[in-house]
């Protein structure tokens, strides 16, 4: 029998739902990798406050299932990693020392990873960490469409206009998340 991976997952709706696929510690180590990925500025948030982890542990307890091995191992060597260079946990670190790390890690040089199936664990975080920035916020992430904004996308829209589909152009309509239009039930705005 098939079932609905999302009909167990965490809503995104609901944020503080128990990160039941990682540890405390693991949940960590990622929220301060992804964070020192894309960090907050001037400009807006940064990837935790975005929903990047929400994302992954929704995923990790649906359709990402296999990759949490891979997520464990990798974040262990980072933490490994913090421990034998700087004598402290990878999220405890200074932020030049988790960026240092995170170099390592992107040169696959992290020796904790050796030759396990993590050690391309750098160019699958990279990837779903765009996947929790930008995907529609019914997987997880992409809270309250920030990432959208701060490109300035508008999302699941009815349609665009001629004018809309202009090189250069921007579009000024709120975001809007799939879960908007089904929210609709047909009605939308006419362009």
């Known amino acids: 029998m098939t079932t609905d991976p999302s009909a167990s997952s965490p809503d995104p709706r609901h944020p503080d739902e128990p990160r039941a696929a990682l540890t405390p510690g693991e949940t960590a180590t990622l929220s301060a990798l992804m964070e020192r990925l894309f960090p907050a500025d001037d400009l807006g948030p940064g990837a935790v406050e975005i929903g990047v982890v929400d994302y992954l ?3 990790f307890a649906g359709p990402y299932n296999g990759w ?3 997520y464990r191992r990798g974040l262990a060597a980072l933490d490994a990693a913090a421990q034998r ?4 946990p990878f999220a405890g ?3 030049e020392h988790r960026d240092a ?3 390592q890690l992107e040169r696959r040089q992290v020796k904790e990873l050796g030759d396990t199936d993590a050690e391309d664990f750098f160019e699958v975080v990279w990837q779903h960490l765009r996947e929790g920035l930008f995907s ?3 997987h997880g992430g992409n809270r309250q469409m920030l990432g959208w904004r701060l490109i300035g996308f508008p999302g699941a829209q ?3 206009t001629a004018e809309d589909q202009q ?6 309509r709120e975001p809007r998340s799939v879960a908007d239009l089904r929210s609709d039930g047909g009605a939308h705005d006419e362009q």
Do not use: K, M, Q, S
Request: aromatic residues 8%; hydrophobic residues 55%; charged residues 15%.
């Open 93 to 95: 670190a200074p932020a």
């Open 85 to 88: 260079e700087h004598g402290l």
């Open 68 to 70: 949490l091995p891979i």
């Open 167 to 172: 090189l250069d152009v921007v579009i000024t």
């Open 158 to 160: 009815y349609g665009y």
């Open 57 to 59: 542990v929704r995923a």
């Open 136 to 138: 529609d916020p019914i």
């Open 101 to 103: 790390i995170i170099a």
